[in-house]
Structure formats: structure tokens, C-alpha cells
């Protein structure tokens, strides 16, 4: 647990530590290096953080694999979008927030509030929402900019280890089920089950009342979402045709909403086949570019009533609610911490694949 907030100055040191890339593109390495602690501007908050979750969006950000410019374009050397601390200095305008208020940030930075998709709470979506960690410098930088009417508070009972993955991977799949509009008794298969976004998929699927379903690879998946509540597990490794597994579990009938968490082409293929009629194929792991489709046959699509559909990361509000759902301690990402020096190693675990749960790094050990 961190400390609650207290009002006062600061010290605010002139460098802090921050993971860095070098060498972006197939071969990137992240090095820990010193850079200079940003100074806010009239509207923002420098937050001093304690934690960050290791996404895989960050891996594809300095891999440079998905149809978007590099983050050396936007002078960023910081990856991280799931960041949690305290607020250490405030811009002259701000007002809301106060020195020692516990805060948190999510992938996307800002967004105007001047356009329809802001007052209609898919801000995310917004011309005006650049990403944090790609066109900002982001949570692996312990001193961070936030623009204040965009920064989230953490609940009470919230510590920073549990808030940082659910700033986005918490938030991402609670958008992607609520977009569902799956009720309580639907059946809702997450592909990718054992992974940073499914394990929370589970839990929050379960909390809403679904009956939960998880496909993965592997015995320390397996036993990670029956911990958490799936009534069934599939074992890609083991099990030949998984869509016919999940369709036999869900009343011989398939599932209502599959939850694509997973990345590989594989699974957006196969996710169509393990929908029921009616069903909903919802998109939300990111695949590099050009190595999966989200869709079937029209046959299919047309014969089973299909609906595919893809969120984004969470907005202000679904940000909020999963906060929610971890302080009733419905929601509790599963996490393995690393000391800030070892950041290099948690981010070279998660771009080989095969983390359970999420990596958090501790920047104060
Ligand atoms: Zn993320
Ligand atoms: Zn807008």
C-alpha cells in the first residue's frame, strides 16, 4: 500500500530514472538511463510514479511493427501507459488536484472535449488524443506529465501495483465488455485467458455475472483462470479444434461474446467459429501489422448473425469503473513485480511471450 496523500512542497529532483529505448525496430533494447524531469505547463500535473505495467502495446511501440510512426518521430525515448503515483507538482491553472493526491495514467494523453466523440465518452477515439508513451513520454520515466483534466485519481484501496495494468489493460477489457452488451448468464469465451488483459476479462466477466470461459496454452494458464473463475478451460496446446472444445462447453450452442486478447492470427480466425448465433467476436489484442484477419466467410458471418466489433484502450469513465471493480476487490491484476533495474528483463520476459498475468515495475527498489 502507498501512503495517502499530503499536502505541501515536494522535492523535485533535476533527473530521474526512466527505461529507455535504443535501437527501436526488430533489434530495440531498453536500456535504464537518467533523463531530465519534465517541468508542467499551465494545465498539467507532474506525477512522481511508483509503479508501471509492462504492456505488450509498449513491446509493439519499440518493435515499430503496427502502421505507425516510430517514437523517435515524436522525440520520445519512454515507452508505458500504465503508471501510478502521487501528483508532486501542479501547472499554474490547475485547481482540481492537489500536492500528494495519489493519480494515474492510461494510454491515451488527452482529448479535446470539444467533439462529438468526447461528450459522448469514446474520447479515446478523439482526433485530438495523442498516446502517452508514444507521442508524450510515458510510464517507464519515473516523472511524468499528465495533462490534469486527464488524469485519473486511485481510489482508497487501490494500491499502485494493482492500479498501474488496470490503467489500460484493466480499463481495455471492461470498455470491450460493456460494448459487448453481454448480461449475466451469457457465456463469454477470452481468448489469450491467462495474459494481461484476459486474466482481468476473467475476473471482471465473472463479476458482471457471465460464465466464463478461457482458451490458453499451458499448465500455469490453466491453473491462473480456474483460480479465477473460468468454469472451463481450453488448452490450445493440448486440445486440436478449440472453437469445437468451446462451443461444446456453452450448451453445445457456442459462446455469446469471444473476447479476443490474444494476438495471433490464429485466434481471430478461430474466434467467429466459437460464436453462437447472434454472437459477438470482439476485437482487442493487437496482431502486427499483416498477420491476422478479424472475420470469417460471409456464409458464416451471415448464417450465425454475427457481430465483430473492436474497442480501443478505455475512456475516462470505463477507467474509473474498473478502479471501482479492484476497490470492491472484484478486480485484482496478477502481477510479478521487477526492481526499476530490471526493467530491461521484464520487458525482453513479455516480448518472448508467455507472462501470466502482468509485469509491474517498482521504481522504488
Ligand atoms: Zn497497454
Ligand atoms: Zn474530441
Redesign the pocket.
Known amino acids: 500500500m502507498m501512503a495517502s496523500g499530503t499536502s505541501g512542497n515536494v522535492e523535485i529532483p533535476r533527473t530521474c530514472k526512466a527505461g529507455v529505448v535504443v535501437n527501436e525496430g526488430p533489434d530495440f533494447k531498453l536500456v535504464v538511463d537518467d533523463v531530465t524531469v519534465p517541468e508542467p505547463g499551465p494545465n498539467d500535473a507532474l506525477i512522481k510514479l511508483n509503479a508501471t505495467?509492462i504492456?505488450?502495446?509498449?513491446i509493439h511501440y519499440m518493435l515499430n511493427d503496427l502502421p505507425i510512426p516510430k517514437m523517435s518521430v515524436f522525440g520520445v525515448r519512454s515507452p508505458g501507459?500504465?503508471g501510478a503515483g502521487v501528483i508532486v507538482k501542479l501547472g499554474s491553472n490547475v485547481t482540481n488536484w492537489k500536492i500528494g493526491d495519489r493519480a494515474g495514467i492510461k494510454?491515451a494523453y488527452d482529448a479535446c472535449f470539444n467533439c462529438e466523440l468526447c461528450w459522448s465518452g469514446k474520447e479515446t477515439y478523439c482526433d485530438e488524443s495523442p498516446q502517452i508513451g508514444l507521442h508524450f513520454p510515458g510510464s517507464y520515466q519515473q516523472y511524468v506529465l499528465s495533462p490534469a483534466r486527464y488524469t485519473t485519481r486511485i481510489p482508497d484501496g487501490v494500491d499502485d501495483f494493482t492500479a498501474g495494468p488496470i490503467?489500460?489493460?484493466g480499463s481495455?477489457i471492461y470498455c470491450s465488455l460493456k460494448e459487448s452488451g453481454l448480461k449475466p448468464g451469457d457465456w463469454a469465451v477470452f481468448l489469450g485467458a491467462g495474459g494481461?488483459?484476459g486474466h482481468m476479462g476473467v475476473q471482471l466477466a465473472k463479476a458482471m455475472g457471465m460464465r466464463v470461459v478461457g482458451v490458453d496454452g499451458g499448465d500455469d494458464k490453466r491453473e491462473l483462470c480456474m483460480k479465477l473463475g473460468c468454469e472451463m478451460f481450453v488448452d490450445f496446446t493440448e486440445v486440436q479444434d478449440i472453437a469445437a472444445e468451446v462451443v461444446k462447453t456453452c450448451d453445445g450452442k457456442g459462446a455469446h461474446g469471444v473476447f479476443v486478447t490474444a494476438t495471433s492470427g490464429s485466434a481471430y480466425a478461430a474466434a467467429p467459429m466459437m460464436a453462437r448465433i447472434s454472437g459477438k467476436a470482439m476485437c482487442i489484442g493487437l496482431p502486427p501489422t499483416g498477420t491476422a484477419v478479424a472475420g470469417a466467410d460471409p456464409l458464416l458471418i451471415i448464417g450465425k448473425n454475427l457481430s465483430i466489433s473492436g474497442t480501443k484502450?478505455g475512456s475516462l469513465l470505463d477507467t474509473q469503473r474498473a478502479l471501482e471493480f479492484a476497490a470492491r476487490g472484484l478486480l485484482k491484476p496478477i502481477y510479478e513485480t521487477y526492481p526499476l533495474a530490471k526493467m530491461p528483463d521484464a520487458v525482453e520476459k513479455l516480448r518472448k511471450g508467455n507472462v501470466a498475468g502482468r509485469l509491474v515495475v517498482d521504481f522504488n527498489s
Request: net charge negative; hydrophobic share 20%; proline share 7%.
Open positions: 505495467g504492456c505488450y502495446s509498449d501507459h500504465e494510454p490503467m489500460c489493460s481495455t494481461g488483459v484502450v
